[in-house]
Each structure stands twice: as C-alpha cells, then as structure tokens.
C-alpha cells in the first residue's frame, strides 16, 4: 500500500498536516505528495515545511482529475494494485489515524498536539472553473477566490480623508484607498487580486489579495510589505490561532506579531530600541494594516463584537522584530520549526508588556528569577495550567545569561521550574480566581517552598531577544486562554 498526497503551497490546512505525513514517512509508509502549484512554488514550500517525503508536480492536474477529490490536502490510500481503499479530504485527526491504522501503525494524532480535530481545506485545482484565464468565484466552504472589492464614488463635495476616517477602521485618520494606490500595492505582489487567502473571524469576511491591499494603504504600508501581510493573514485565519476567540474575548488580549529573518532588513522592520513604540514605519503600518483587516473584514469592532473589559494599546499596532544580531541562540522562528535564518512571521495572543527591571544581577539564575517572578502573574496570580507566555529578553539580560553557559533549553526550563505560586497562597479557602481548579495542579518545591506549578510544560514560555543594547530591562507578555479550546502561537513563513 502507498498513500498519495495532493497539496497546494498556499494552503494553511496542508501546511498543518505536513508534520503528520513526515512521522507517517519515518514510520517507513510509502507517501507521495502531488504539488498543484509550479515547480518553483513547490520546491519552495517544500523547504519552508520541511518536508520529508518525495514531491512532485501534478503536471496539468492529470492525477487531480483521475483521482478527482473535492479539496486539498487531500490522501488517497491505494492498494498494491492502484486501487483506491480510503479517500480523505481537508485535515482530520480521525482519518489520518484511520489511514495508518490500516497498514497496522500506531496514531499520528492525539487530541492534545496542539492541533485542532479538524480544519477544512481549499479546493482542489482542478475543480476551479476557468473564465478568462482566472478562477471563478466560489460560494462553498472551499471558495479560492472572492469577489472584486467594493467601488465607492465619494461626493466631490465629501472630503476624502474624514469620509475615509469616518467609514473605515479605528479612530486614527486613514491613507485613502483610491484606484490607484491599491493597484501600487497589487503591482508587488505576485497573486490575482481575487484570491482569498483566508476568511478573518468573528465574521469570516473573505480577505482577498485586493482586500488585503486596500487595508494596507489605508494603514500607510508601502507595497513591499503584501510580502509579510499575506502569510500574516493565513496565520491569523489558522484555526490553532483562534482569532474568533482572542477578538470577542473580554480579556486584554491583542494579536501580538513577531517577525524574524532577512525581511527585517529589506522591509526595515527595527528591532532594537523602543522596539515596541512607534520607532518604524514597517512596525507601524503592518501592525495597523492588520488591525484593520481585522475590524473591516473580521468585524471586531470594539462595543460590538470586540468585547475587551480595558482593551490593550496594542490593538491599534502590537508588531516587533527580533533582534537576531543579539541573540547567541536560534531565532523564534526556528525554535517554531522553520529551517535556520528562515523570514518568517509569529502571531500570539498577548497581554501588554509587563516590565522586569533587573540591573544588579550578575549570573543567569539571579536573572531568571527575576522574570520568574512575572511570569507567575501571567493572566492571574493564582491561575495555572492553561496559559502561555513570552519572554522578550534584551540584549544585556541575554549577555548576562549566555555568559554562564545556558541555552535557550536550559533558561526555558529553568523558568518553568521556577515558576509557581506558593501553595500557602490557597489556604484561605476565599473563592478566588484559579483556586477552584487547585486540586489539578502540579504541586512543586521551589526554593525550599511547597509550590504550584504555574505552567503546565516548559514549551508554554516562548523566549525572545529584542530591544536596545543599553539597558537592563526585559518584558513579560502574558497570553490569552492557552491550548486547544484557546489560542495557541502560530508561525507561517515569508
């Protein structure tokens, strides 16, 4: 038996069920995946995945047609005669582990990888209905491309800014998306300006490249940076992500954006001081393109569906880059799996920065300490498990702790091991928020002190180096709801 793999490179479903296909390659199942995309587009996708199983192009669709599934990914398992015993499409949990449980071989999935059950695909190439040489409009759930962008005549009278001000987005002015500038911005980028690229909760509004071009002038990006917007929208629309939750959710949570590699530099994305202030135009404006996308096409409008108690600054720009050139370790993007100095953008559901001033600190488990001690107020004091964090170190603070020695690894699981809430802190028995659920935690020593655990793996603290080289100051950024009924950090390369 073999099992064929149809895909499409601009997918995000196949790109979530590539990792299951290696461990079923390794399990020594003979996989074979069919790229409909180009060779240059598959061999790209390929190393950007990491794939670890033979692609190849399924020259003018012949095998999509003969085998003829509704979407991608798609796999279809034949016999030692080529017929086809199991056809699945989309990504599904039950139908990977029902496909390796034929050829006698353990689950891939478990329900706690951090994967949703199941997520829908896109359609199959070969189903697309051709007119002029594009891909018509869809209505199902696979739709690829979307309808054009609505036209709106503005009164010569109406003046464009305030009509523009008034109509769309936050309450900050906007750059007027006319004719013109929008067809700048296409002009850089490389897909047809009616493909859907994903479906933006909590209204799922198709954010097709135009779309997504239009909220980009409004929010004064330059035409680069539909490189970095693109994949960005796929990652907010990954269902691991849950955007529809982090969006109508009444915690502080706004989508926190990461971006790593050579991109920095050739969109000039800054990284060091005041990296979370208003110091760049690519942090700026993709932050805000973002926010707008989010509000005129996800329709998370604050007072409606946007129900934030205090809201978060960040929600009208939340967008930093590593500091690459500081960090002695792998950048985020690698340790998220992406091949070394990978380009690459991160999204994570995050609190406001909490800061952690340690200057006197003079060896690395002085300093872990101290972002221990943030660390386990993270959501609430008294709450554990369910949450995730990131640690964004700067350039001295990591001096400080490379010079003793540790990895990443090592700081990682320092900080999980000391991070906990003292047990003596639930004795009262007063209803307080996270002691209903006390009896499920870990209980730990920690520093002498019987302790629960904060965070339920090390895995759930993300490390990151950015920030200026003068000063001894790092940041603390709690999540939102962690694990699979919450949010959960995604990366998609650029």
Not at 68 to 81: G, I, T
Not at 228 to 250: I, K, S, W, Y
Not at 324 to 329: F, S
Not at 460 to 484: D, N, Q, R
Request: aromatic share 6%; net charge negative; glycine share 8%.
């Amino acid at each position: 038996m073999r099992l064929l793999v149809f895909l499409q490179t601009d997918c995000p479903t196949c790109q979530l069920i590539v990792p299951y296909l290696n461990t079923a390659a390794s399990q020594g199942i003979s996989v074979r995946g069919l790229s409909q995309d180009d060779e240059s587009a598959t061999r790209a996708f390929v190393a950007a995945t990491g794939i670890r199983f033979p692609v190849d192009v399924d020259r003018e669709l012949r095998l999509s047609q003969r085998y003829d599934p509704l979407a991608v990914p798609a796999l279809v398992l034949l016999d030692d005669e080529h017929r086809v015993l199991q056809l699945h499409v989309g990504f599904d949990k039950t139908a990977l582990n029902a496909v390796v449980a034929t050829m006698g071989l353990p689950a891939l999935a478990s329900d706690d990888d951090g994967a949703p059950a199941s997520k829908p695909g896109c359609t199959s190439r070969h189903r697309e209905a051709s007119i002029a040489g594009a891909s018509a409009p869809f209505l199902d759930l696979y739709t690829a491309h979307g309808a054009a962008a609505t036209r709106l005549n503005v009164p010569d009278e109406e003046d464009l800014d305030e009509y523009c001000a008034r109509t769309f987005g936050d309450p900050l002015p906007v750059v007027p998306p006319t004719e013109a500038r929008v067809a700048r911005m296409l002009a850089a980028s490389p897909w047809h300006p009616h493909e859907v690229i994903g479906r933006i909760p909590p209204n799922y509004g198709a954010a097709t490249v135009e779309k997504i071009a239009a909220n980009a002038v409004m929010a004064g990006c330059p035409p680069g940076m539909m490189r970095v917007l693109v994949p960005l929208v796929r990652a907010a629309c990954d269902e691991r992500f849950n955007l529809h939750g982090v969006q109508a959710t009444t915690h502080f949570a706004a989508p926190l954006i990461i971006v790593n590699g050579l991109v920095r530099h050739e969109l000039g994305f800054w990284c060091r001081q005041n990296v979370f202030s208003n110091v760049a135009r690519a942090n700026s404006t993709l932050g805000r393109a973002f926010q707008l996308l989010i509000v005129n096409l996800g329709g998370a409008r604050p007072h409606e569906i946007d129900m934030s108690t205090l809201g978060n600054p960040g929600k009208f720009s939340y967008c930093i880059a590593e500091n690459e050139e500081e960090n002695p370790w792998a950048s985020l993007a690698a340790d998220r799996g992406l091949p070394a100095a990978s380009s690459a953008v991160t999204l994570f559901a995050g609190e406001p920065p909490h800061g952690v001033s340690e200057h006197t600190a003079r060896t690395a488990p002085v300093l872990a300490k101290a972002l221990s001690a943030a660390l386990a107020t993270a959501w609430s004091h008294r709450s554990c498990v369910g949450r995730e964090a990131v640690v964004v170190l700067c350039p001295e603070h990591v001096k400080t702790i490379h010079r003793d020695g540790w990895s990443k690894e090592q700081l990682r699981q320092f900080l999980f091991d000391h991070t906990g809430i003292p047990v003596r802190a639930y004795r009262d028995h007063d209803g307080g928020e996270g002691t209903h659920q006390a009896a499920s935690y870990a209980e730990v020593v920690i520093d002498g002190e019987p302790c629960y655990r904060k965070f339920s793996s090390p895995s759930a603290i993300h490390l990151v180096v950015a920030g200026g080289t003068a000063g001894k100051f790092s940041a603390v950024i709690g999540g939102w709801s962690a694990g699979p009924r919450g949010s959960q950090m995604v990366t998609y390369p650029v």
